[in-house]
């Protein structure tokens, strides 16, 4: 758990699972899986296991001692929705979920079928609290099947990480979804991400109505490019999170 982030779109994280295993390019330099292996054997460390899938439930509870609001990426190092992960536990996560709802929860994941058949079984029509934000990566063209699934899913907020971007997404439809956000890759062997793809991504969310949030360029470090497209700052966010910041959610 951290109680501050330094993604920008974000100010809390909690991970009551880590580790993952990959599931496509997207997680070939994977961020978490460089850091967790760094503490591999290291004992009593966190990541003493390095990045082998870990259930954590001692950490269940945890948003439910954070009396401010807070937006809180839920698995930053991990996908909840890994295969090997027991439904049991997911459902702990979500019943913490539903009774913090002062904070906003925004989780993501790679396996979008698994996430929608899980949230459609446990709120039928009337959909995931409008609190619970649900997102999927999408790294490439291949991997588009992924936006079907999230808005088949649901969910009040729907939102695509494009991150890190590895090629055109091509025309991508975007109704059901509320905010993509684009990033290239960091860190030790960074793939470049060309401008010409991101650029053609902010554009169909111009067109279509849909905020847009550009996180970075990428490079060695997360900030090595800067935050420019097009020489300006992209950081558009849904409506529902306009509105929960009036209420009071922190956004340090």
């Known amino acids: 758990?951290?109680?501050?982030?330094?993604?920008?779109?974000?100010?809390?994280?909690?991970?009551?699972?880590?580790?993952?295993?990959?599931?496509?390019?997207?997680?070939?330099?994977?961020?978490?899986?460089?850091?967790?292996?760094?503490?591999r054997g290291v004992k009593n460390h966190p990541f003493e296991f390095g990045f082998d899938l870990v259930l954590r439930p001692e950490r269940i509870g945890q948003p439910l001692t954070w009396r401010r609001p807070?937006?809180?990426?839920?698995n930053s190092m991990g996908d909840l929705f890994?295969?090997?992960?027991?439904?049991?536990?997911?459902?702990?996560?979500?019943?913490?979920?539903?009774?913090?709802?002062?904070?906003?929860?925004?989780?993501?994941?790679?396996?979008?079928?698994?996430?929608?058949?899980?949230?459609?079984?446990r709120y039928g029509p009337s959909g995931c609290p409008e609190?619970?934000?649900?997102?999927?990566?999408?790294?490439?063209?291949?991997?588009?099947?992924?936006?079907?699934?999230?808005?088949?899913?649901?969910?009040?907020?729907?939102?695509?990480?494009?991150?890190?971007?590895?090629?055109?997404?091509?025309?991508?439809?975007?109704?059901g979804i509320h905010w993509v956000i684009v990033g290239g890759e960091s860190g030790p062997g960074a793939r470049p991400m060309e401008e010409a793809w991101a650029?053609?991504?902010?554009?169909?969310?111009?067109?279509?109505?849909?905020?847009f949030f550009f996180k970075q360029w990428g490079g060695i470090r997360p900030k090595s490019g800067g935050r420019l497209l097009e020489g300006r700052e992209w950081n558009e966010y849904p409506q529902e999170m306009q509105a929960a910041n009036a209420r009071g959610v922190a956004a340090e």
């Open 1 to 39: 758990m951290a109680l501050q982030s330094a993604i920008e779109w974000t100010n809390a994280t909690w991970n009551p699972v880590t580790g993952c295993t990959k599931v496509g390019p997207g997680c070939d330099n994977c961020y978490a899986e460089r850091f967790s292996e760094r503490f």
């Open 70 to 74: 807070k937006r809180v990426f839920v």
């Open 82 to 121: 890994h295969k090997n992960v027991p439904v049991s536990l997911i459902d702990q996560v979500f019943d913490t979920m539903e009774r913090a709802d002062w904070h906003q929860f925004q989780l993501l994941t790679k396996r979008s079928s698994l996430m929608r058949n899980y949230i459609n079984r």
């Open 131 to 175: 609190h619970i934000w649900l997102g999927v990566s999408v790294e490439n063209r291949d991997k588009a099947k992924r936006i079907d699934h999230l808005r088949a899913t649901h969910a009040a907020v729907r939102f695509l990480s494009v991150e890190p971007l590895l090629g055109p997404l091509g025309a991508i439809n975007l109704v």
């Open 199 to 211: 650029v053609a991504v902010r554009d169909q969310c111009v067109n279509q109505g849909v905020p």
